[in-house]
Structure formats: structure tokens, C-alpha cells
């Protein structure tokens, strides 16, 4: 039997960083999150928002989210479902109906918060919807979702995009 040449785990490694292995998450981030697992239910059993809202209300950690941001993102998206998934096909180089239910949510969430939320930059919304495509969704899907949000933030949000890329610091 050969031998291990790994060195022996110690049992506490004093030089490991404190506190917690992951930056905090902001309430709005976690109201996003909680949306997200929301939108999917809709989505993919078609359950109706005032049956999703109490059930994700008593999932662990909600009491850390932004209560009135899932509000709006939840209840908002799925009322206003047509319409976001009418500025999402101007984008999208497929049927809606072949977009995973993530990348779906994900692009209702961005669309939401471009059209309905103007106290969150529209470069802000970008990067919460490719971090939650890249947390929850497929491998590439926050690429896909980078594409169409920033396709959509011109004619969603046209003063900001004009003024960000007029700056001379735009990339």
C-alpha cells in the first residue's frame, strides 16, 4: 500500500481567515434571491403569487431580505409578466418559452427593476441579475442574461446609459 505524501490535517489551522467565507449580502440582494425562487414557482408550476408570497415568507433567512423590494419584484413580475416578456423578446434570439425558468426570472427581475425601480443604477440592476444567473442558473446563463439586460438598458433607461457612456471613464 503506498503512502500519502500529503501532510497531516491539523485540527485547527490558526492561520485560516475569520468570519464568514462569503461577503454579507445586502437586504435587497436577498429580497432579489427570494423573488428569484418565487418567480420560478410561477414559472414552472404556474402557482399563483399570493400562494408563493406566504411560502417564501417562511423560508429561512427572508427575515434578513428587503420585505418591500420582494414585495415589488414578486407580485410586480407577475402582473406585469406580458409586458416584461414583451421588451425580453426584442432581445432574445429564441422563443421565451425556451429560456430556462432561471434566466426567465432572472430577465423579469432586471426588466422590473429598469422599468420600476430608479433608485437602483441600471448598472447595479445588471450586475444583480448576472450575479444571481451565476449563483442560481446554468453555466453560461449570466452571460445570456448580460447580453439581453444590456441590450434592453438603452431603451429602458435612456438618459443613464446616454450619461454613462458619454463619462470619460466609461468603459
Known amino acids: 500500500m503506498a503512502q500519502s505524501t500529503m501532510p497531516p490535517v491539523a485540527s485547527a ?5 475569520k468570519g464568514p467565507k462569503f461577503p454579507k449580502k445586502s437586504a435587497r440582494t436577498r429580497a432579489r434571491e427570494f423573488a428569484l ?11 399563483p403569487a399570493d ?3 406566504p411560502f417564501t ?8 431580505a428587503d420585505a418591500a423590494h420582494f414585495d415589488a419584484l414578486l407580485h410586480g413580475c407577475i402582473e406585469q409578466a406580458a409586458a416584461l416578456d414583451a421588451h425580453i423578446a426584442q432581445k432574445v434570439d429564441r422563443p421565451l418559452a425556451e ?3 432561471i434566466e426567465h426570472g432572472v ?3 432586471g426588466t422590473y427593476e429598469m422599468l420600476h425601480c430608479m433608485d437602483v443604477p441600471w448598472r447595479a440592476v ?10 442560481f442558473g446554468g453555466t453560461d ?7 439581453v439586460l444590456n441590450g434592453l438598458a438603452p431603451n429602458l433607461r435612456p438618459d443613464e446609459v446616454r450619461a454613462h457612456r458619454a463619462s470619460p471613464a466609461a468603459p
Request: hydrophobic share 40%.
Open 126 to 135: 445588471i450586475n444583480e441579475c448576472i450575479e444571481l444567473a451565476k449563483e
Open 13 to 17: 489551522d490558526v492561520n485560516a481567515p
Open 51 to 53: 400562494e408563493i408570497d
Open 99 to 101: 429560456l430556462s425558468p
Open 107 to 109: 430577465l423579469w427581475i
Open 57 to 64: 415568507r417562511d423560508l429561512m433567512g427572508f427575515n434578513k
Open 141 to 147: 446563463g449570466h452571460k445570456y442574461v448580460n447580453a
Open 37 to 47: 425562487q418565487g418567480l420560478y414557482q410561477h414559472l414552472v408550476g404556474k402557482n
